[in-house]
């Protein structure tokens, strides 16, 4: 990205229909990152929940400059056995390389937050893996590192 281009505001939305191929790609590199992929047809069914109407669904929230997306987050709402209001998982969070430092990543969980907040869900998690060190350094100044540890079916 230019140096003109790293002055550009970032403009923080919902996903559009229009936006299928930008977002594709931004999901892809996401995945790739965490070294995994998934076959085509859930990027289609992925889509189609994050633009439907059910409450239990997916949200998505895109981050866009000078009309390209260069970030992207998923996130849903759940109910849990400990509290009475819902809570926020913060699924998927991702900003285009050359984006990284210029304030995309905080400002898509700072629009999680406010999505949470204006739902009535005030717990904001999320999980990330233990040598994604530049995504914990901004994760370390937005929120509070807990003490658990994720197990999942063999």
Not at 109 to 133: M, R
């Amino acid at each position: 990205m230019s140096n003109a281009a790293a002055g550009l505001p970032v403009t923080i939305r919902t996903l559009r229909a229009s936006d299928r191929d930008q977002w594709a790609s931004l999901w892809r590199d996401y995945l790739a990152f965490y070294e995994t992929s998934v076959p085509d047809r859930i990027y289609d069914v992925l889509f189609s929940r994050l633009l439907g109407d059910d409450p239990r669904d997916f949200n998505a929230l895109v981050a866009e400059v000078d009309g390209r997306l260069v970030g992207l987050t998923h996130y849903l709402f759940h109910r849990h056995g400990w509290k009475e209001e819902e809570v926020c998982y913060l699924q998927d969070l991702y900003a285009a390389p050359d984006m990284r430092g210029r304030g995309v990543g905080r400002k898509l969980i700072e629009a999680v937050y406010k999505a949470a907040d204006d739902h009535g869900a005030p717990s904001v998690y999320w999980l990330t893996q233990e040598f994604n060190h530049t995504a914990r350094d901004l994760y370390d100044r937005v929120a509070v590192l807990t003490p658990f540890i994720k197990y999942q079916r063999a």
